[in-house]
């Protein structure tokens, strides 16, 4: 049993490193007072990670892409996610944002859907959560009813992040309430421009992200814009699940390693009452803690993305990685931001940014608590 990773990916892991310590450490406090970056920062940016062949290196090669495979992939997100000067949504320094089940579409729909987004800059957006159906997709009430060659939809999505500038639109709508999730829950590609489709609030959050309400009011859906077959939505969603789970994990994994950089220096640089921080056992000790805490989320988190390339089941080992990860970092960027005292808490560090988007990490994309009920279950089934 070999726990290192293959040479190639070290010089990857590498590589990714050195760019970010150069080109986006310097620019990300000022990406984060601009919340963005600038189109020609972005532009120079863009043509080094097609310089490095790390452009789309999460979409298959098939399409274009450098397709990485899962432990490849984590080991750039974890890299990438040390700083704060990236993009957080639609189309960022190593390419457009694409959301997996595009692969699932036929031939007709990926001409559509997934090329422009590919290749012409389209963004699409997920509309899954409801007010009254968020963890629970069971209880989601947005109902999709076929007439024709149509789908006549109607509902409320609300916390749809990138509503606001998306052309395209994931949705997912219950066709058959008497089987919810099981086989009742279909999935669409929709005009985020039809006919009776509102945006009808934006929440403002405390990671800056500002998703939105969207309603649906009698929108026609075309029948060619169902994805696969109707009620397999939610089936062709778990199935994709565990790479996002992973990418969490690994977001977490970057920002947590700078963390404790971040406190390392300071706590050897920042001298009181005549001795260096890093002296103080209450100080070394909130770093140990972290060390050793990153290292078992990194473990964790790698044999999953491996398991995944392997093509094994790993939906219980995406969401452990997913929950634990996610609880590491912020505890670590907690600890960190501790350690620099006052200082932590201008917007002149990264930790004060750090500190609201790994709390929110928690709640967004599966709430730790949906994590453990799963865990429990997968547990409980185990041991009979």
Known sequence: MNFNLPEELQMLKQTIRQFVDRELIPIEMHSQQNNDLKPDIRDRLEKKTKEMGLWMFDVPEEYEGAGLGSLAQVVVWEEMCRTIALPSRGRGIFGPEIRPILYALNDEQKKRFLYPILHSGKELCFMQTEPDAGADPGSMKTRAVRQGDFYIV????RFIT????????????VTDPAKGSHGGISCFLIDMKSPGLKITA??????????????????KVPVENLVGKEGEGF????????????????RALGVAERCIEMGSRYAKQRVTFGKPLSERQGISFKLADSYV?????RLMVYQAAWKNDQQEDIRTEAYMAKMFADEMS???VDRVLQIHGGIGLTLD???AKWFMDQRSRMITEGASEVMRMVIARHV?????
Do not use: S
């Not at 934006?202 to 929108?219: A, F, I, Q, R, S």
């Not at 409980?380 to 009979?384: A, E, M």
């Open 380 to 384: 409980l089934q185990k041991y009979v």
């Open 330 to 332: 912020f505890r670590v």
């Open 235 to 250: 089936k062709l969603a778990q199935r994709w699940l565990g790479i996002g789970r992973l990418k969490h994990g690994a």
């Open 293 to 297: 805490e990153l290292h078992a989320a």
């Open 162 to 173: 990138g509503a606001e500038k998306a052309d395209f639109g994931q949705l997912m709508a």
């Open 154 to 157: 109607n509902g409320t999505k």
């Open 202 to 219: 934006t929440y403002k959050t405390m990671m800056g992200e500002e998703p939105c309400e969207v309603v649906l009011d009698d929108v």
């Open 349 to 351: 560090l990264p930790l």
